[in-house]
């Protein structure tokens, strides 16, 4: 595996694949879409688990109901 390096030669993380199932740090950092995008992965690979089929509509309602009534204080 090859992990790419600084011109100082330390090892930089790959920005496009850090993950967080932390929904406040990520409605903190970036939008709402990011929020509520958290939100449905976080809720679908629970329902994989247990191999439960739910229409993506009804999760996108709760992920939507979620991210609005975060209370995000810094």
């Not at 929904?23 to 809720?43: Q, S």
């Not at 509509?57 to 709760?62: D, K, P, Y």
């Amino acid at each position: 595996m090859n992990k790419p390096a600084s011109p100082t030669g330390m090892w930089l993380p790959d920005v496009n694949k850090i993950v967080t199932n932390d929904i406040a740090a990520v409605l903190g950092a970036y939008d709402v879409e990011a929020g509520r995008a958290a939100h449905m992965k976080e809720m679908l690979s629970v329902f994989e688990v247990y191999d439960i089929d739910v229409d993506l509509r009804h999760l996108t309602l709760i992920a939507d109901y979620m991210v609005s009534t975060y209370r995000i204080t810094r």
